[in-house]
């Protein structure tokens, strides 16, 4: 982050091999981790599609974060994690997990960064304030748990990564609800911001990543300063 001069996760939410390599090229020079959702790939080919992403991560130097939000017991999570056709854990950098199957289901993540589920940013989420609590109790105790996705401020010995930024106001009929950079950074005080749409949904993708990178940037050296 730091060397890029860049807070700033993209959201890969696209559907082929080719979509996520051309993605991954054009954001690649401004951000510091490429967010996947492995399973929505409909034509994966663990070579084909893994082994040039590697790559790409590599020459542009950001992280790959496979958003699994792992939440089942632990033995589970294990096979969902290392066996199956993604063999998540050769090649994701970090990975998210919900903390509701308790702390020794999260014992099954080695290797990696565990990126908690602390609160989601859709409307309605359950993830209620007591929610928050409980979690956090288990969060804060649980070594292999590096940071957490929330909307709300946490503790500063844990990295905040905050989904749901837009700069454009508003949110999307599936429930959806966006924050701007300046907004998160000021008052939740985030580490790291995730963008989806307003990347890869962009007419100039390579444009929208740097326009993200300089906003965020920006906003976290004001809310520092």
């Known amino acids: ?71 089942d017991i632990g033995n589970t999570q ?5 066996y199956g056709i993604y063999k998540i854990s050769n ?17 099954c993540f080695m290797n990696v960064g565990v990126v908690a589920i602390l609160g989601m940013s859709s409307q309605g989420t359950l993830t209620d304030a007591h929610y928050r609590e409980e979690a956090m109790k288990i969060i804060i105790n649980e070594p292999n748990v590096m940071g957490c996705v929330a909307q709300n401020q946490i503790q500063d010995d844990l990295l905040l990564f905050t989904p749901g930024v837009n700069i454009s106001a508003g949110g999307d009929s599936k429930g959806q609800q966006y924050n701007t950079p300046e907004h998160v950074f000021k008052n939740l005080h985030t580490d790291f911001i995730i963008v989806g749409r307003g990347i890869y949904k962009a007419d100039d993708i390579e444009q929208a990543a740097l ?3 300089t906003r965020g940037w920006q906003a976290y050296e004001a809310a520092i300063s």
């Open 1 to 71: 982050a730091l060397e890029k001069k860049s807070n700033l996760i993209a959201s890969a939410d696209v559907l082929t091999t080719k979509e996520l390599h051309d993605l991954a090229e054009k954001v690649g020079p401004n951000i510091v981790a490429l967010k996947t959702h492995i399973d929505i790939i409909t034509d994966f080919d663990y070579d084909k599609t893994i082994i040039p992403l590697i790559d790409i991560a590599a020459k542009h130097n950001f992280l790959l974060m496979e958003d699994r939000k792992f939440a």
């Open 78 to 82: 294990e096979l969902q994690y290392s």
């Open 91 to 107: 090649w994701a950098d970090l990975v998210t997990s919900h903390v509701i199957g308790g702390s020794k289901s999260l014992d």
């Open 211 to 213: 326009t993200y990178k």
